[in-house]
């Protein structure tokens, strides 16, 4: 069965600094990992995915993750943060076409 | 371009009653699937609807039913509400078959009391 983990319930940044959310994935074979977002009463939002390739995948609002493959990663990563990026951040693995199987999240905190 | 759109936004329900939720994919698409998303947990994936058959089930009870229409929209139903049914459902559609980034729409509150 194909999983993916995400070790940190809120990651606590301030404006500006480096932020990081960590994903750890268990699958058989290649996987197709995404990082969606999800802002309050809203559904989910495509940040960036990875398939195949580059091992550094950019993605929206600035946002980048990393493959590595030797570390079962893909962690998301934005070099400054803003305080909008506050919010509830997702990573999922497709076992199969058009099924998305979710951690269970990463509240980031972006203070002022 | 429209987006994937849900509709009700909310709705409140009693036990053991019957809801159906609807969903229209984004222009262009024509797979649909669905979520719940309990609060504070992922969403988790409930079925897959293409070509007006389902495709694939997660582990969801008989209760939980479907429907795709020839237009590429869609419908939940949920027969025997149970409290532990109160979440948001989640519609996402996918061009297919081979595209791999699902559009989520806004999201259906469903509240069982």
């Known amino acids: 069965a194909q999983s993916v983990a995400q070790p940190e319930d809120q990651v606590n940044v301030a404006e500006g600094n480096p932020l990081t959310v960590k994903c750890t994935y268990s699958?058989?074979?290649?996987?197709?990992l995404f990082w969606y977002v999800q802002y309050p009463n809203r559904g989910l939002q495509f940040l960036l995915k990875?398939?195949?390739?580059?091992?550094l995948v950019k993605g929206s609002y600035g946002f980048e993750a990393e493959f590595n493959k030797s570390q079962t990663s893909f962690h998301l990563k934005k070099p400054s943060a803003l305080v909008s990026d506050s919010a509830l951040y997702f990573c999922?693995?497709?076992?199969?076409?058009?099924?998305?199987?979710f951690g269970a999240g990463t509240q980031v905190v972006v203070t002022p | 371009d429209a987006g994937v759109t849900q509709s009700p936004t909310h709705l409140i329900k009693t036990r053991g009653q019957q809801v159906t939720l609807r969903c229209s994919p984004k222009?262009?698409?024509?797979?649909v699937s669905w979520y719940q998303q309990a609060l504070g947990q992922g969403p988790q994936f409930i079925f897959q609807?293409?070509?007006?058959?389902?495709?694939q089930r997660g582990n969801f009870p008989d209760r939980f039913s479907g429907h795709q229409f020839p237009n590429y929209s869609s419908e939940l139903n949920v027969n025997a509400l149970l409290l532990g049914d109160s979440a948001l459902y989640l519609c996402?559609?996918?061009?297919?078959?081979?595209?791999?980034?699902?559009?989520f729409g806004p999201g259906t509150r469903l509240t069982v009391l």
């Open positions: 999922a693995v497709s076992p199969s076409w058009g099924k998305l199987q």
């Open positions: 699958v058989s074979g290649n996987p197709y």
């Open positions: 990875y398939i195949t390739g580059d091992n």
């Open positions: 222009s262009g698409h024509d797979t």
């Open positions: 609807y293409y070509e007006e058959e389902e495709r």
């Open positions: 996402a559609s996918i061009k297919g078959p081979g595209g791999s980034e699902q559009f």
